[in-house]
């Protein structure tokens, strides 16, 4: 049997670690580039907490240790009917194959009009840049999130740490969060007291909460609003809305608000087909412990029906851990439909936390089966 899987984030090397725990048969991963980043910790790049080696593994060689195959390829075609994917470095069929080839970032960062005049807290790239430019200005600076956007705890990250890194600088200059929420920060998370205590800490930082409003473009100094309003900064950084890249979406899969539709919890698009992390559609934020509960959930799925092995499934959530400069904090909200968890906490430790878990899924190459998630009985 071939298990093909494409994309080494988050999902792809969760199910290449789980699924070889359980089958000896081939299994293949293919990805850009055998380089990989621990990205949530990015944020602490900006104020040198942390530098861009440790975010880094190599992944070929965590799967040639697991005697997993990886091809350092680029996906061209996904071709569901003859169960085969080109790559550019040539055909590969499968039984089963994992699309976890992630949200598309860039592609839709650059549809963003005027995308250009702003940075994106996505790509080392884009970090890098955010950085150097943060720790250069007197100006204002504008975070925020194009409307859809899937994941918005990096943008609360960045508002805190550009405040924190102003302050440090003694510049008097004004930090701009805009939530896509009209109740604020965390305003999806259906618990009044979350959002409360979250929009009066932010303002308590003196950051400006500009409350339900998102991006429509961006000029030269200047970020245009979805009511048309102009917000003047000098610094500008934006997640952009994400959707499955466009080699997915070309391959007839079928589609649901331009992700990957696929059954909860086990994550199944089509028969012989599996839809994982930032591509698949969700009601939860496209989070890497999202990405690594759809690997988990689609693995134990395929293992019970091929090997008749009971394996648990869990229930998605919000787990952030938010570096905000000399403070940090943690929002937990997990259900199980019966059961409700949350938190919401401001301490500085919770980053000693996250470094210690980011180090964790360096050395393991993302292999960290336990992320704090709620099982629950599997419906496939
Ligand atoms: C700044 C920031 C902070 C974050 N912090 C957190 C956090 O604290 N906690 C949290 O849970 N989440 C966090 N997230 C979200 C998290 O990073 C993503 O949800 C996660 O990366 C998704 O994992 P994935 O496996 O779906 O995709 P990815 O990790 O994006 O992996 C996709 C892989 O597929 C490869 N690929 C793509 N297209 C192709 C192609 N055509 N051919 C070959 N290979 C391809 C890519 O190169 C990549 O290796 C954060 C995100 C950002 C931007």
Same mark, same amino acid.
């Given at each position: 049997?071939?298990?093909?899987?494409?994309?080494?984030?988050?999902?792809?090397?969760?199910?290449?670690?789980?699924?070889?725990?359980?089958?000896?048969?081939?299994?293949?991963?293919?990805?850009?580039?055998?380089?990989?980043?621990?990205?949530?910790?990015?944020?602490?790049?900006?104020?040198?907490?942390?530098?861009?080696?440790?975010?880094?593994?190599?992944?070929?060689?965590?799967?040639?240790?697991?005697?997993?195959?990886?091809?350092?390829?680029?996906?061209?075609?996904?071709?569901?009917? @003859?169960?085969?994917?080109?790559?550019?470095?040539?055909?590969?069929?499968?039984?089963?194959?994992?699309?976890?080839?992630?949200?598309?970032?860039?592609?839709?960062?650059?549809? !963003?009009?005027?995308?250009?005049?702003?940075?994106?807290?996505?790509?080392?790239?884009?970090?890098?840049?955010?950085?150097?430019?943060?720790?250069?200005?007197?100006?204002?600076?504008?975070?925020?999130?194009?409307?859809?956007?899937?994941?918005?705890?990096?943008?609360?990250?960045?508002?805190? !740490?550009?405040?924190?890194?102003?302050?440090?600088?003694?510049?008097?200059?004004?930090?701009?969060?805009?939530?896509? @929420?009209?109740?604020?920060?965390?305003?999806?998370?259906?618990?009044?007291?979350?959002?409360?205590?979250?929009?009066?800490?932010?303002?308590?930082?003196?950051?400006?909460?500009?409350?339900?409003?998102?991006?429509?473009?961006?000029?030269?100094?200047?970020?245009?609003?979805?009511?048309?309003?102009?917000?003047?900064?000098?610094?500008?950084?934006?997640?952009?809305?994400?959707?499955?890249?466009?080699?997915?979406?070309?391959?007839?899969?079928?589609?649901? @608000?331009?992700?990957?539709?696929?059954?909860?919890? @086990?994550?199944?698009?089509?028969?012989?087909?599996?839809?994982?992390?930032?591509?698949?559609?969700?009601?939860?934020?496209?989070?890497?412990?999202?990405?690594? !509960?759809?690997?988990?959930?689609?693995?134990?799925?395929?293992?019970?029906?091929?090997?008749?092995?009971?394996?648990?499934?869990?229930?998605?959530?919000?787990?952030?851990?938010?570096?905000?400069?000399?403070?940090?904090? !943690?929002?937990?909200?997990?259900?199980?439909?019966?059961?409700?968890?949350?938190?919401?906490?401001?301490?500085?430790?919770?980053?000693?936390?996250?470094?210690?878990?980011?180090?964790?899924?360096?050395?393991?190459?993302?292999?960290?089966?336990?992320?704090?998630?709620?099982?629950?009985?599997?419906?496939?």
């Amino acid at each position: 049997m071939k298990f093909l899987i494409l994309g080494a984030g988050y999902a792809g090397l969760t199910v290449a670690h789980k699924l070889r725990r359980f089958v000896r048969d081939d299994i293949t991963v293919i990805s850009q580039s055998r380089l990989i980043r621990e990205n949530t910790i990015f944020p602490l790049l900006l104020t040198d907490e942390i530098k861009v080696e440790e975010t880094e593994f190599d992944a070929k060689e965590a799967m040639n240790m697991k005697n997993v195959s990886f091809e350092e390829a680029e996906v061209k075609e996904i071709l569901p009917e @003859s169960r085969e994917v080109e790559t550019s470095k040539g055909k590969f069929d499968y039984d089963y194959l994992f699309l976890a080839m992630g949200g598309g970032y860039d592609e839709n960062f650059r549809k !963003i009009k005027g995308y250009e005049n702003a940075v994106m807290h996505h790509t080392l790239e884009g970090f890098l840049k955010l950085k150097e430019q943060l720790w250069k200005t007197d100006g204002d600076v504008f975070v925020g999130n194009v409307k859809g956007s899937p994941i918005e705890g990096p943008s609360y990250q960045i508002a805190l !740490i550009a405040e924190y890194i102003m302050r440090r600088r003694g510049v008097k200059a004004k930090v701009y969060l805009a939530t896509q @929420s009209p109740k604020g920060v965390f305003g999806p998370i259906p618990i009044d007291w979350v959002h409360e205590k979250a929009n009066s800490y932010f303002e308590r930082r003196g950051i400006t909460i500009l409350k339900g409003r998102t991006v429509k473009e961006v000029k030269r100094g200047k970020v245009v609003l979805d009511d048309d309003r102009e917000v003047e900064a000098e610094v500008i950084s934006i997640l952009p809305k994400l959707s499955a890249p466009e080699v997915v979406k070309r391959s007839g899969i079928t589609l649901n @608000s331009d992700f990957v539709d696929v059954k909860l919890p @086990s994550f199944r698009a089509q028969e012989r087909i599996f839809g994982l992390g930032d591509l698949a559609f969700t009601p939860f934020p496209r989070t890497a412990r999202a990405a690594m !509960i759809s690997a988990e959930n689609a693995v134990s799925t395929l293992i019970k029906e091929l090997k008749g092995i009971e394996l648990p499934m869990y229930s998605l959530g919000v787990l952030c851990i938010m570096e905000g400069g000399d403070d940090a904090g !943690i929002l937990r909200f997990d259900t199980d439909g019966k059961n409700t968890f949350s938190t919401l906490n401001f301490n500085k430790n919770y980053v000693l936390i996250k470094k210690m878990y980011s180090r964790l899924l360096v050395k393991r190459a993302f292999d960290v089966p336990y992320h704090g998630a709620l099982a629950v009985r599997p419906q496939v």
